[in-house]
Structures are given as C-alpha cells and as structure tokens.
C-alpha cells in the first residue's frame, strides 16, 4: 500500500531458505531450517521513520550445535557506535541514520567489520566472497534463541545535527500490544 503519508509493504521471505545444499532441491521447502521468514516495512513519509517488523520461526534442530540462529544483519558504510544496548548511530558525511531495536527487547547487538568476515567457513581461496574492506555490520539477535522470534527495529533518517531520538515499546495492561512509538528529540 502508498500514499502521500506512508508506504506499506509485506512480504513472505521464507523460500530464500529453501534447500540449496547438494544435491539442490530449490522446492524442497522439508529440509529447510526454517518455518517462516515474514517481513512488514512501513515508511512514514512526514516522520522520516522506516519501521521494520520481522517474525521468525524456525524448525526444532537436534543438532549438536544447538538451535538454528537468528539474526537480524544491517550493514553500513562506516562502523555505528552503540549509544545503548539497543540504540545505533551511524555518522556518514552529512547524514546520521539512528536504528533501534524495539524487539527483542533485550537484544544483543555485535559489530563487524566485513574486511574480516568470520562468516567463511570454507577456506581463504573464498574470502572474496566474504570480505568487503568499506562495509560494518550490526547483527541483532537473542541469547535465549526461542525458535520462534519477532524483530523490531525502527530506524530514523535525518542531517547529522538532530539528537537522539525517543523509540519505546508501548505497554499494555494485557502485553498484546506489539508495536513502537517515536519522538524526534527537537520536538520538545
């Protein structure tokens, strides 16, 4: 959905994790780790707020090595500078971009820098696959690891000038609501 005031997409990711090991089955949704990938991203136009809401399930592993992980990756083009256990800032040129993570509520955020990706697990002849010298990495996740996970980040795009904004999570009496709400901080 779009209109002058917001742009609304949803969208089922859930295949991109198909099974591509040998011998490829691109339809063999079985074997895949994972139930469902679903992500709904909202932009409010007159805010400058992008809201991403990612949902995760994935399939029980009785792998030695534990449970599936998941994890929500954002990459930059400079390293962000953790303000708190929840809130980046990211300075490039003249633009600030602030990237909260409203859910999990108690996430683990890690940065790397992809020059030194650790994400090769197959030798050096396939680090150019891996390593980009220019790109840092944020990576979100959970240390409890449920097999089911919601994500939700709230990002805010402006000059490098305005300060931090506020980004929450709304309580409700009934913990249903799931949700954010967001104040930039020169609207005091």
Same mark, same amino acid.
């Given at each position: 959905?779009?209109? *002058?005031?917001?742009?609304?997409? %949803?969208? &089922?990711?859930?295949? $991109? ?10 339809? *063999? +949704? ?5 139930? #469902?990938?679903? /992500? ?13 809401? &990612? /949902?995760?399930?994935?399939? @029980? ?6 449970? #599936?992980?998941? =994890?929500?990756?954002? %990459? ?14 990211? &300075? @490039?040129?003249?633009? =600030? ?14 940065? +790397?820098?992809? $020059?030194? @990706? ?13 390593? $980009?010298?220019?790109?840092? /990495?944020?990576?979100?996740? &959970?240390?409890? @690891? ?14 490098? +000038? ?5 980004? $929450? ?20």
């Amino acid at each position: 959905g779009q209109n *002058d005031k917001y742009s609304y997409i %949803h969208s &089922d990711l859930s295949t $991109a994790y198909n099974n591509y090991e040998y011998p490829r089955q691109i339809s *063999d +949704t079985v074997n895949r780790k994972l139930e #469902y990938f679903y /992500r709904n991203f909202l932009y409010l136009r007159a805010q400058n707020l992008f809201v991403v809401y &990612d /949902r995760v399930k994935a399939k @029980n592993s009785n792998n030695a090595n534990g449970q #599936y992980q998941k =994890r929500i990756r954002w %990459h930059f083009p400079v390293e962000p500078t953790l303000i708190n256990g929840t809130l980046l800032k990211v &300075d @490039n040129a003249n633009a =600030r971009l602030y990237v909260k993570t409203v859910l999990p509520q108690l996430p683990t955020i890690t940065n +790397t820098n992809l $020059a030194n @990706n650790p994400d090769n697990k197959w030798g050096s002849s396939y680090n150019y696959l891996f390593k $980009a010298p220019a790109i840092w /990495r944020a990576e979100v996740s &959970d240390s409890t @690891n449920p097999l089911t996970l919601p994500f939700l980040t709230v990002l805010q795009a402006a000059a490098n +000038t305005p300060g931090q904004p506020i980004i $929450a999570q709304p309580q409700s009496n009934d913990s249903l609501l799931l949700g954010s709400y967001s104040k930039s901080a020169d609207s005091f």
